[in-house]
């Protein structure tokens, strides 16, 4: 049985819509970074999560632990897809999500956080 899309609902919701609009204006398909993003929305939305304070590293690693993949390199794209939305939405530690929290660039920051979700 499958579900009718109908759209996102987490508190990342209009980051991911943002950042998949402006892939998409660069002529980028970006078919299975949306059916991630959209893994990602769902999860948080069954979580309960409900402020974007929420979103911490732990819930990241949550995530990505429900999404059980195999293969390295399935696990590595859905890491980098996660990243990069976290990237390009510019979100801080302010904010709730795994940026910078110790006064680091953005691009250190996000790897501090990364290594959290790496195993």
């Keep these: 049985m499958t579900t009718v899309w109908n759209g996102f609902h987490s508190p990342l919701a209009p980051y991911i819509e943002q950042y998949l609009a402006t892939k998409r204006a660069m002529g980028c398909k970006f078919a299975s970074e949306d059916r991630m993003l959209r893994l990602l929305d769902r999860f948080l939305d069954e979580q309960g999560i409900d402020s974007i304070k ?6 990241l690693e949550a995530f990505m632990a429900s999404r059980h993949r195999v293969n390295a ?3 590595n794209h859905l890491l980098g897809v ?4 976290f990237l390009v939405a510019g979100l801080s ?6 940026g910078n929290s110790h006064g680091r660039s953005s691009r250190n ?3 501090s ?3 959290l979700l790496e195993k």
């Design 113 to 115: 956080w990364c290594h």
């Design 54 to 59: 929420a979103v911490d590293s732990a819930c």
């Design 93 to 98: 530690a302010a904010e709730g999500s795994p």
């Design 109 to 111: 920051s996000e790897a």
């Design 82 to 85: 996660v990243r990069r939305l």
């Design 73 to 75: 390199r399935s696990y």
